[in-house]
Structure formats: C-alpha cells, structure tokens
C-alpha cells in the first residue's frame, strides 16, 4: 500500500487552521494513523485509527476521512505544532508512512 | 510507564551485519504479549517499517529489505533485537523501536525509544 501527504510543505500562522492530506493506494478501512516529529525527536502519536487521538493529544488535532482519503486538522495553529507530520496506514504490512508534510509558522 | 532504549554500534562496515537492541523497562509487562517493532529514518528523508515480533516468536518483515532483517525476542532480558545483513550505505539511519500499548490495537506506534545512529561505512 502506497501513501501520499499534500501539501509536503505548509506554512501556517498561529491561531489560523490547517488541514494536512493523506491518500493511500488501497482502502484502509480506519487503520490509518498519524504522527507528529518535532526537530531532534522521535516521532509522536497524534491520531490513532482514523480520528481517536492518543493520550494527552490536544483538542485541536482532528483526524478524519475514509477508504482512501484522510485529514488531519488543526483546528487553531500553535507555535509548538511545527514539525513533520506523518500519516501511516496500519491494515497490512508491510505498514507504510506517507512521505512528510513539513509545518512552518 | 513502558520505555523503550535502542543500543548498539553507532559504526558498521559495508557487508556486515547491523545488530541493535531494545530494551524495555518500566512496569509489569510480559514481554511475550505485545507486539515489537523496529522503524528507520535516514538523515532527511521519511520513516520506513522495517518489521515486528509478537507472540513471543512471529514475526513479520518489510520485503523491501530482501529478506535480509530478522528480530529476536530475549523475555529474560527484557530486550528484543534487530539484525540487518550486508549492509551498504542505504542503511545508513536513525533506528527507532517502538510499541503498541493502546487497547484493541497492535500496531499503532505511541511508545517509542529515542533512536540510535548507525552509520555504515568504512
């Protein structure tokens, strides 16, 4: 299964939204995820299973979509919410992130 | 709290194995019921899975590697292990180990440990 992120850049002001895409090659039924990584940093677990955030994830991240299409949200931009954000798809191994979408305030 | 750390040898010469370790402390955890993953990142470039152990034994690769990872589970030790053959410059990465402790899931990463450098040259 092939994954693809757009934009793979995003520039964002703070308190203003954004919306970051993934599609894959293959329905995914709701084994779709997404993580956060900050500069220097492992990756984080932001968005499990399509739109259940993981523990201690802020309100403002929304996961959403279905079959092939999915979107992650931020509802209000914060300057902490800068890094690459990666979506992967958890219905088959071998499992596969999409390639990045780089956030910049 | 599960915590996961990678160890290993930061240096591997071309044609030779890359071997890592992931220890696992923090709580009560049979190690033989989760599942154990190992993920790399070269420098800029974007995640790849290489590939699981669960159920004590099973295992599940990534065929992009061409059969040259396998992972080992050690439950005395509390440490699972990585082993990449004939490695060329490609494999050149930041390691990472991760876990699933979420409920109902065994393959959503939301522990991970800080990643390793291995560089491969000679």
């Known amino acids: 299964i092939w994954m693809t992120q757009s934009p793979r850049s995003l520039s964002v002001t703070p308190g203003e939204p954004a919306s970051i895409s993934c599609r894959s090659s293959q329905g995914l039924l709701i084994y779709l995820d997404w993580y956060l990584q900050k500069p220097g940093q492992s990756p984080r677990l932001l968005i499990h299973?399509?739109?259940s955030r993981a523990s201690g994830v802020p309100d403002r991240f929304s996961g959403s979509g279905s079959g092939t299409d999915f979107t992650l949200t931020i509802s209000r931009v914060e300057p902490e919410d800068v890094g690459v954000y990666y979506c992967?798809?958890?219905?088959?191994?071998?499992?596969?992130f999409g390639p990045g979408t780089t956030v910049n305030i | 709290q599960v915590q996961l750390q990678e160890s290993g040898p930061g240096l591997v010469k071309p044609s030779q194995t890359l071997s890592l370790t992931c220890s696992v402390s923090?709580?009560?955890?049979?190690?033989?019921?989760?599942?154990w993953t190992w993920i790399r990142q070269p420098a800029g470039k974007g995640l790849e899975w290489i590939g699981r152990i669960y159920n004590g034994g099973e295992t599940d690769y990534n065929p992009s590697l061409n059969s040259r990872a396998s992972i080992s589970v050690d439950a005395s030790k509390k440490q699972f292990s990585l082993r990449l053959t004939s490695v060329t410059a490609a494999d050149t990465a930041v390691y990472f180990c991760?876990?699933?402790?979420?409920?109902?899931?065994?393959?959503?990463?939301?522990?991970w440990g800080q990643g390793t450098m291995v560089t491969v040259s000679s």
């Open positions: 299973s399509t739109s």
């Open positions: 991760a876990t699933c402790r979420i409920p109902g899931r065994t393959d959503v990463f939301d522990i």
């Open positions: 923090g709580g009560s955890i049979d190690i033989n019921n989760y599942y």
């Open positions: 992967m798809q958890a219905k088959q191994t071998p499992f596969a």
